[in-house]
């Protein structure tokens, strides 16, 4: 028995964990002040998407968790939220 396999679009946000220094943030929070614009709380996020194929959403999701833990983040300094579509063909 063959299982038909589906595409899906996978899109990880990967953030800092609270409490991490973010200089990238503190940099745009500093430069809006100097143009004027009070803002509070400022963070970063970096987005990772791609394609990927797989018999079902929640094996195509444990796959991409699996990524995230071994190249695409680093657990001990980013939180990440994974986000896993059918692809619209």
Do not use: W
Request: hydrophobic residues 40%; contains cysteine.
């Amino acid at each position: 028995m063959v299982i038909a396999k589906m595409k899906y679009d996978a899109k990880i946000i990967i953030s800092l964990k609270k409490g991490m220094l973010n200089p990238e943030a503190a940099k745009i929070q500093r430069t809006l002040a100097l143009l004027d614009y009070n803002v509070e709380n400022t963070g970063t996020e970096d987005i990772v998407k791609f394609i990927i194929e797989g018999s079902n959403q929640e094996l195509v999701k444990k796959q991409v968790d699996e990524m995230c833990q071994r190249l695409l983040c680093n657990p001990m300094i980013h939180d990440y939220i994974i986000k896993i579509t059918p692809k619209e063909e």
